[in-house]
């Protein structure tokens, strides 16, 4: 079994979020670059599931420049076999969906993270599934292989569904997957220079969003203390500032 | 000059501080405060390769370079300067003398293991009156022709009681001085060592420290390191770049402590605002700033010399000195800018400054640096 993890580049959580050309574009002057960590839970899911046996490689891919190869070198410091970058810029959902489709063919499972955390697309892996005419299941929180197939936990209102499910699979995992993700070894950090990464051309595909501008959320508002005596005002301040009411 | 980082140098450090801040704080509180060895954590430490970072690959270590140890150590100590101290005696003490003074056997039998973290080891210089002079070793290794006859005691020894191999330093020739001592590997189950009581430290209190008392105790012909008298030698080499290690933490302990006190300052307000407005506040975080930069400078500086094999004499002193005393103010002005909540266990920054203050004690006292540092001004 061959499992592919898909792997977005993204800036640190803890990133103070600017803009640049008018607030057309993420300044990313001086931001550290990191695993998309929804990514990063599901590399270390795909870990566990070849030290259980069952798995012979874990590729890891990405859409993006030469920049973005350090997070690839991360992946696979902390465990996978090999890695694909698609040489182009992150564009858009379907962009990036469209690049990696001519590199996943012939992997059983794709593991995909729910979103990730720079823009929360929610897309690339219901859209690669829908190109690869694969089958695909969202917002899993657990994965397990049975013989040719898979066992699905998936997170659905109020409960979870299991599923039993053929391959090729792709799965979109969210929280659960796996506990936390794994620091890498030091062994592990310095082999990572030495597994392939393979530069893959772009195809040619369109994108299919264009950003128009960026706006930051309004800073958060004062907290507002409401005496003991006037507690029925909490109901107006609800209903007319807050609008929750 | 090219002060850039390497890829893999930069990943040490993320894993380090990924695991420090994630498995470490945790639990750092109560190890300090009843004095519980982190076992858990130094496997766990080991298995990701910090027991023996510098050590050969063949040798069962990880093959990093210096700057990455200095990187990891500044990272776990921000948190933990006792996980620190027991990696730091590991790596730059017990493995590095083994690496670089042992020979083949004694590498196979004591080096895999303790670079791979299998077992930890301490290592046995200071005595009851012999610290910073150490030329003056009470502890006897008689020699019995066919074996060595260690007897003595030995003091303030990190790990001594988790430890299984320990190095042991003792005189063996009394009338050539310090040409006639020599270092000696000891396995700790060996009959005739006793452990005095864990001592009740000031800081640093999750690493177990002990005196070990040696009553004609056994070691084989073969467990000398290198020829006959060649242990002050080897004391000193081994210490000089461990220097480099306490000289790390030191550092850790004062970039810990100001990273707590920007984001306490960032957040307490006083005087209608967030006391990092106030000058008085703002200015005592740009002092700590400076002093750690150059803390970080120095050990770095230290490092690359080690790396690219240029004596590190005079590098590693003034590292240790200079971070062990910024580790000092820093630490306390971190207390200053909490108030009342820095000297309350909870913020963690009043055990950063009782655990700076050994930082000017052991591995040479800051007095002895300076000794080093101002010999070398003054020679020729």
């Not at chain 2, 009338?175 to 396995?187: E, L, P, Q, S």
Request: glycine letters at 8%; a negative charge; proline letters at 4%.
């Amino acid at each position: 079994m061959k499992i592919l993890v898909l792997i977005s580049n993204v800036p640190d959580t803890t990133t103070k979020i600017r803009f640049t050309g008018d607030n057309t574009s993420f300044d990313d002057a001086g931001v550290q670059w990191i695993i998309n960590p929804w990514d990063e839970l599901a590399l270390t899911r795909a870990m566990e599931l070849k030290e259980a046996g069952g798995v012979d490689t874990i590729t890891v891919a990405n859409v993006g420049e030469k920049s973005t190869e350090p997070t690839l070198r991360k992946a696979l410091a902390v465990g996978a076999d090999d890695a694909i970058r698609i040489d182009a810029p992150a564009k858009d959902a379907f962009f990036v969906a469209a690049q990696l489709a001519e590199v996943a063919k012939g992997y059983d499972l794709i593991l995909a993270g729910i979103e990730a955390s720079d823009y929360n697309g929610n897309a690339v892996g219901g859209m690669l599934a829908e190109i690869l005419d694969f089958n695909s299941v969202s917002a899993v929180s657990g994965i397990n292989i049975e013989g040719d197939s898979f066992k699905v936990n998936r997170e659905i209102d109020g409960g979870s569904q299991v599923l039993t499910i053929s391959g090729p699979l792709v799965a979109i995992v969210q929280k659960g997957i796996a506990k936390e993700p794994r620091i890498p070894a030091m062994r592990g950090i310095m082999m990572a220079r030495k597994k392939p990464l393979v530069v893959a051309p772009p195809v040619d595909a369109h994108e299919k969003t264009q950003f128009v501008n960026f706006e930051l959320p309004p800073p958060k508002a004062a907290c507002k203390m409401v005496d003991e005596e006037n507690a029925k005002e909490i109901i107006t301040l609800l209903h007319e500032e807050a609008k929750v009411l | 000059m090219n002060f850039d980082f390497t890829e893999e140098q930069l990943m040490i450090k993320q894993a380090a501080r990924d695991f420090a801040q994630r498995e470490l704080v945790l639990d750092v509180l109560e190890r300090d405060e009843k004095s519980i060895f982190p076992t858990q954590h130094i496997k766990k430490l080991a298995e990701l390769g910090f027991m023996g970072m510098m050590v050969d690959p063949e040798y069962g270590g990880s093959g990093m370079d210096t700057i990455s140890y200095v990187l990891a150590m500044e990272e776990i100590s921000k948190i933990d300067a006792s996980v620190s101290v027991i990696m730091s005696v590991n790596n730059s003490l017990v493995c590095y003398g083994l690496n670089r003074f042992g020979n083949e056997d004694q590498k196979q039998k004591y080096l895999i293991p303790l670079a791979s973290g299998e077992v930890i080891g301490a290592f046995l210089l200071s005595e009851p009156e012999a610290g910073s002079d150490a030329t003056h070793q009470h502890t006897t290794a008689e020699d019995k022709r066919d074996h060595y006859l260690i007897n003595g005691t030995k003091n303030w020894i990190t790990s001594a009681n988790s430890a299984s191999t320990y190095i042991v330093i003792a005189q063996t020739h009394p009338d050539k001085k310090h040409r006639g001592i020599n270092a000696f590997i000891v396995d700790r189950n060996s009959p005739g060592i006793t452990l005095g009581p864990h001592e009740d430290k000031m800081g640093m209190r999750s690493s177990d420290t002990h005196s070990v008392m040696f009553s004609d105790v056994v070691v084989p012909k073969e467990n000398r390191i290198g020829e006959d008298g060649f242990g002050f030698k080897f004391a000193m080499m081994v210490l000089e770049a461990g220097r480099i290690g306490i000289a790390s933490q030191a550092l850790g302990l004062a970039s810990g402590a100001m990273e707590r006190a920007a984001a306490y300052a960032k957040e307490r307000k006083a005087f209608g605002t967030e006391i990092a407005n106030h000058q008085a506040i703002a200015f005592k975080l740009s002092d700590m700033s400076v002093k750690v930069e150059n803390a970080r400078n120095l050990c770095l500086k230290a490092a690359w010399l080690k790396d690219n094999h240029k004596p590190i004499t005079l590098a590693s002193a003034m590292a240790k000195q200079y971070a062990a005393d910024i580790a000092m103010e820093v630490t306390t002005e971190a207390v200053q800018i909490h108030g009342g909540y820095g000297y309350v266990k909870e913020y963690h920054v009043e055990r950063l400054m009782r655990e700076a203050k050994l930082t000017q004690i052991y591995e040479g006292t800051s007095e002895v640096q300076k000794i080093v540092i101002s010999r070398d001004l003054l020679k020729g």
